[in-house]
Structure formats: structure tokens, C-alpha cells
Nanobody, 126 residues
């Protein structure tokens, strides 16, 4: 059974940085899209970034482009999200997700991803 487990969340002041990790088991880091999503208080879950493991193609939501970096280590089967210049608007529960994919056109809809972690809280204060 595929399992994803996030870590690295916490509290930080605005302008600070955090790095999230997501360890995956029972999933090959080849023909797979790996994504980060987040759910802010009172809002629906939204897509943040994705990476196609085989080609290392990366995609970002406009709200995080230039501040966040998604990366993966296939040997460690770990997905990362480096978050810089954090603002209170980034406060949310962050989830990693995975979906097998034969091409690099990673979906942005959470309904497409069958595998999810339990989430990690990120809180950014002024």
C-alpha cells in the first residue's frame, strides 16, 4: 500500500523559511506526478506545486512562484517543498500527493491524486 508522510511544518514569522518533506513508500519515483497542496482555514484545498519525477519537470501556482521550490530525491523516495519569503497568507495545512502518470502533464486538481499524506501544519505570523 502506498504511504506518504509529511514532516517539517511549524510556526515561522513572516519573511522566514521552512522546508517540508514527504517520505513515500511502495511507490516508484519514475512515472509519477508528485504534488503539494494546501488547505487554509475556511478555504478549499488548493494546488501549490507539482513535479514529474522522471523528467524533473516542475510546476507552480502563481501565488508561490519564485518563493517555493519543489524537488525530489528518487533514491530516498522523498519529496520536498522549500518555502521562502513566507507570508501569513501561506498559513495552511500542507499535503503531499502522488498519482501515476505516463507523461509530464501533472494535474492540478486534487481529485486526480489517489495517494495523500496526512498533512503538516504551517503557520506564518506577522
Amino acid at each position: 500500500q502506498v504511504r506518504l508522510e509529511e514532516s517539517g511544518g511549524g510556526s515561522v514569522q513572516a519573511g522566514g523559511s521552512l522546508r517540508l518533506s514527504c517520505e513515500a513508500t511502495r511507490i516508484s519515483f519514475e512515472y509519477v506526478c508528485l504534488g503539494w497542496f494546501r488547505r487554509a482555514p475556511g478555504k478549499e484545498r488548493e494546488w501549490v506545486a507539482s513535479i514529474y519525477a522522471r523528467g524533473n519537470n516542475t510546476y507552480y501556482a502563481d501565488s508561490v512562484k519564485g518563493r517555493f521550490t519543489i524537488a525530489q530525491d528518487g533514491d530516498k523516495r522523498t519529496l520536498y517543498l522549500q518555502m521562502n519569503s513566507l507570508s501569513p497568507e501561506d498559513t495552511a495545512i500542507y499535503y503531499c500527493a502522488a498519482v501515476a502518470r505516463g507523461d509530464a502533464d501533472c494535474p492540478r486538481s486534487d481529485s486526480i491524486y489517489p495517494y495523500w499524506g496526512q498533512g503538516t501544519q504551517v503557520t506564518v505570523s506577522i
